[in-house]
């Protein structure tokens, strides 16, 4: 990799970054009163480039969809190497998978619940899967279906099709990041396993599953053993937390143990690792030639969406803005 060949990308990331939503956007649109106030912060933003076809804020839908393929679209400039865009985008296409699966198992058409990340075409992986005739969508996407497929018939378990699909999501994002040989993305995806292995199993702890249970849904990949999860399913929040001290986000997670004793919720682990990334994101700012800023920008921006999607959805049922601050802090620490 010659860091140089991402020199203009990375101006491109500094200049987006300054036009990122400010904390002052974010609450006024908590505050607005109408639906039209709330539009008229995003028409004044960049949002206002994926408005086409937008007529009120109650498209929401549309204009978030539009604003992620844009953000997509821009990475695909930034980046010379088109897998680091895929660490994003697979998430995505993963997800577009079990809505595939879902659908044909339930008779149900779920189109309307795939997300587009440009660098894939849910429709055309949908109509090869239905025929059985797979030409050129990529292997992991056609092994991943038929896997979950043939799970499903023998269990009839639709949890089967998600526990499949996830397993393959975790092993594909594993591969990329180390083809790459970047710390950061090393890092980025070790810890996001990390994060789904903890949530999965302290939910499963939740459930009264067994540890049967939990190697089948626990993946591969992340920074802790999955026999130190595995011995600490049958402890408190606490306990574990305390246990994964040394851990990359340990110390992170020790300070929310006192939040999760308040409320209860396993939202405090995303807090973690919302927390986590985005010092990985912040830490990127000091190197100056290399794809790192670029992809902590897209990281940031896909974020802002969420949190925005957050804000948008919350005053449309009528959510008090003191609500939605405590939604907003409770999942990404704003």
């Avoid at 008229?40 to 204009?63: F, Q, W």
């Avoid at 088109?82 to 994003?88: P, S, V």
Wanted: glycine share 4%; aromatic share 10%.
């Amino acid at each position: 990799m010659n860091r140089l060949d991402y020199a203009h990308g990375v101006i491109v990331a500094r200049v987006n970054e300054k036009r990122l939503l400010k904390k002052e956007n974010l609450d006024k649109m908590m505050k607005a009163n109408t639906d039209d106030e709330i539009f008229k912060v995003l028409l004044d933003s960049d949002y206002s480039k994926s408005s086409v076809g937008v007529e009120s804020i109650r498209d929401y839908e549309l204009l978030f969809k539009n604003e992620t393929t844009r953000m997509f679209r821009l990475g695909q400039e930034m980046l010379d190497e088109q897998k680091i865009l895929q660490l994003m985008s697979l998430k995505y296409d993963y997800h577009n998978l079990k809505s595939i699966i879902k659908g044909k198992a339930s008779g149900i058409n779920l189109e309307n619940l795939f997300i587009y990340s440009i660098l894939s075409d849910p429709n055309k992986i949908k109509l090869q899967f239905e025929s059985g005739k797979f030409t050129d969508i990529r292997n992991e996407f056609k092994e991943a279906l038929k896997e979950a497929e043939q799970k499903y018939a023998e269990t009839n378990d639709p949890q089967i099709i998600d526990i499949v699909i996830d397993r393959a999501f975790y092993k594909h994002l594993k591969s990329i990041a180390n083809s790459l040989k970047v710390d950061l993305f090393d890092d980025y995806v070790s810890s996001i396993i990390d994060f789904y292995n903890l949530s999965s199993m302290m939910r499963a702890k939740n459930m009264g599953r067994d540890v049967h249970f939990l190697s089948e849904i626990l993946v591969e990949g992340g920074n802790v053993p999955l026999n130190k999860l595995i011995a600490l399913s049958k402890e408190s929040f606490e306990k574990v937390a305390l246990a994964l001290k040394s851990e990359k986000f340990g110390k992170i997670l020790v300070k929310y143990i006192e939040k999760y004793k308040e409320t209860k919720s396993f939202t405090v682990i995303e807090s973690v690792k919302d927390e986590y990334l985005t010092k990985l994101r912040e830490d990127s700012k000091f190197i100056f030639f290399g794809p790192e800023p670029i992809f902590s920008y897209l990281l940031a921006k896909e974020k802002e969406i969420a949190i925005v999607r957050t804000i948008v959805i919350a005053k449309l049922n009528n959510v008090p803005p003191e609500k939605i601050r405590e939604r907003l802090s409770d999942i990404y620490n704003v």
